[in-house]
T-cell receptor, first 113, second 114 residues
Framework: ETGVTQSPTHLIKTRGQQVTLRCSSQ?????VSWYQQALGQGPQFIFQ???????GRGNFPPRFSGLQFPNYSSELNVNALELDDSALYLC????????????FGQGTRLTVV | DQQVKQNSPSLSVQEGRISILNCDYT??????FLWYKKYPAEGPTFLIS?????DKNEDGRFTVFLNKSAKHLSLHIVPSQPGDSAVYFC?????????????FGKGTKLSVIP
């Protein structure tokens, strides 16, 4: 049974650019949630995908968008990057949308310069 | 407006003693609570959870207590081990609409001193 894997682990982008982060969910899990963790803060919910549909969204602007594929892997896309987007981006997968036990990947550290 | 608060940014405990990590919440719609542990350069790891219909859940060295009237939960680690040194996050899920998201506290950094 494979765990949740995210790629890349680190990347540096310039303000105004676009970025795509990827997440492979744990085997048997059909739900992926994305979180942003700024330095010294807890993870903040961005959105959740359940069976390829967006199932809920947190307080993030539309330039944060996502996809879930038939194999339940997922992408997070961020357009028009801002300096404040610098953070650790975490993907969590679960069996079902109710988050009774969500498993996290190691995260992608994004730095916007 | 922080709905989940972990008021102690850090905690130091001697090896073998009890570690008590606290978490307060303000939203009475929260019905399920989780604790995660996070090492540097790793994602959070699920530790233990508790439903709002219970007041205690135990798993090995880890016990979570829930006081609904006080909107307070705590994680007890007994005995504490050096490998427990990590950042601990309390998270909450609300019932009904919005149950798709977890709301996290800012975390408490636990240091277990050998």
């Amino acid at each position: 049974e494979t765990g949740v894997t995210q790629s890349p682990t680190h990347l540096i982008k310039t303000r105004g650019q676009q970025v795509t982060l990827r997440c492979s969910s744990q085997s048997g899990h059909n739900t992926v949630s994305w979180y942003q963790q700024a330095l010294g803060q807890g993870p903040q919910f961005i959105f959740q995908y359940y069976r390829e549909e967006e199932n809920g969204r947190g307080n993030f602007p539309p330039r944060f968008s996502g996809l879930q594929f038939p194999n339940y892997s997922s992408e997070l896309n961020v357009n028009a990057l801002e300096l404040d987007d610098s953070a650790l981006y975490l993907c969590a997968s679960s069996e079902g949308a109710l988050n009774t036990e969500a498993f996290f990947g190691q995260g992608t550290r994004l730095t916007v310069v | 407006d922080q709905q989940v608060k972990q008021n102690s940014p850090s905690l130091s405990v001697q090896e073998g003693r009890i570690s008590i990590l606290n978490c307060d919440y303000t939203n009475s719609m929260f019905d399920y609570f989780l604790w995660y542990k996070k090492y540097p350069a790793e994602g959070p790891t699920f530790l233990i959870s508790i439903s709002s219909i219970k007041d205690k859940n135990e798993d090995g060295r880890f016990t979570v207590f829930l006081n609904k009237s006080a909107k307070h939960l705590s994680l007890h680690i007994v005995p504490s081990q050096p490998g427990d040194s990590a950042v601990y996050f309390c998270a909450a899920r609300r019932s009904g609409a919005g149950s798709y998201q977890l709301t996290f506290g800012k975390g408490t950094k636990l240091s277990v001193i050998p």
